[in-house]
């Protein structure tokens, strides 16, 4: 499923706004063939095959899916490929990837694979002309900008790469800017501290951003509670909301995950110990579907697209 380069860099401002519906993105660590979840971008545990969670999510209304390979930078590879294949033949709404896109090169062969979007933060933050060269090449819509920031006693937030590892030094408020004006067609902003842990979303480092950005913005780390999303949307000024533990939860509630093939790499203790997952497993979040969350933010006045799912 190849995807042309688009000729010309989209005005910023034709994207931004709530006018559409808020989108709501299930999020996919991968490490080698099977679904991970960690806290803190660490810790990654198999939760199953990412196959699995894409179709559900897809039959259940999801906007979009973001892909991302959890060490890919770590082991400097993109092993997504094969899986994006397959996911695009079979789900017909926006795919994006990230982990392990190091040049304009690697961003054609996503596409070519079947992605829509391409989330580059490593690289970008290594060589940041290369927003500007895959936004001329392939079109600013096509490139996301990830920001992994974690908080400092100094009350600033800092970019870091490698799922959280690396420091960069960058202010993240100013990268985001820079990124903007090399041509990124949207951010997603990952708070570190608060990813996976369920205690909600860093609102005062999304609104920081959002406030400030012509183009959309996706708030990322820390979705424990429907009204997490509903606060990240009304206070954080959030264009679209990425979470992943209490969906993968709510699925592996009612999913036989331990019925699939796990001799890929992975920690599977914890699917073994839950006797194939539950939300038992997971005591400090909410688990909760698509369209039961697509239902709590329309009945509190936030407009869902896709809502025939819900």
Same mark, same amino acid.
């Given at each position: 499923m190849p995807r042309e380069p688009a000729s010309t860099v989209p005005d910023h401002d034709s994207s931004k706004g709530h006018g559409v519906g808020i989108r709501i993105i299930p999020r996919l660590d991968i490490k080698g063939p099977n679904l991970v979840k960690g806290i803190?971008?660490?810790?990654?545990?198999?939760?199953g095959k990412p196959e699995q969670f894409a179709r559900y999510y897809y039959?259940?209304?999801? @906007?979009? =899916?973001?892909?991302?390979?959890?060490? %890919?930078?770590?082991?400097?590879?993109?092993?997504? %490929?094969? *899986?994006?294949?397959?996911?695009?033949?079979? *789900?017909? *709404?926006?795919?994006?990837?990230?982990g392990g896109i190091r040049s304009v090169d690697d961003v054609r062969q996503a596409l070519r694979c079947g992605a829509d979007k391409v989330a580059i933060n490593t690289a970008a933050i290594a060589r940041p002309a290369m927003i500007r060269e895959a936004a001329e090449s392939f079109g600013s819509s096509t490139i996301i900008v990830s920001i992994e920031a974690i908080r400092h006693p100094d009350g600033r937030w800092y970019a870091?790469?490698?799922?959280?590892?690396?420091?960069?030094? /960058?202010d993240a408020i100013e990268w985001a800017a820079e990124a903007i004006d090399l041509g990124a067609g949207e951010l997603v902003v990952t708070s570190v501290d608060r990813?996976?842990?369920?205690?909600?979303? @860093?609102?005062? =480092?999304? /609104?920081?951003?959002?406030e400030?950005?012509?183009?959309?913005?996706?708030?990322?780390?820390?979705?424990?509670q429907k009204e997490h999303v509903q606060q990240v949307i009304e206070e954080g000024r959030a264009?679209?909301?990425?979470?992943?533990?209490?969906?993968?939860?709510?699925?592996?509630?009612?999913?036989? %995950? =331990? %019925?699939? @093939?796990?001799r890929g790499e992975g920690n599977t203790e914890f699917l073994r110990k839950q006797g194939g997952g539950s939300a038992a497993a997971a005591k400090h979040l909410s688990c909760f579907s698509l369209p039961e969350l697509k239902s709590f933010l329309t009945s509190n006045g936030i407009d869902c697209r896709c809502l025939e799912y819900a």
């Open positions: 803190h971008l660490e810790g990654l545990r198999v939760l039959d259940q209304g999801a @906007d979009e =899916l973001f892909y991302m390979d959890a060490v %890919a930078s770590l082991y400097e590879r993109n092993g997504l %490929a094969e *899986i994006i294949r397959r996911t695009a033949e079979e *789900i017909r *709404i926006p795919l994006t990837v990230g870091y790469t490698d799922c959280g590892r690396n420091e960069t030094g /960058r990813e996976g842990t369920g205690k909600g979303y @860093d609102i005062e =480092l999304t /609104r920081r951003i959002a400030s950005a012509p183009i959309p913005v996706i708030a990322c780390g820390g979705a424990g264009d679209a909301v990425s979470l992943a533990s209490s969906l993968h939860y709510h699925f592996l509630s009612q999913y036989d %995950a =331990l %019925a699939e @093939d796990y």
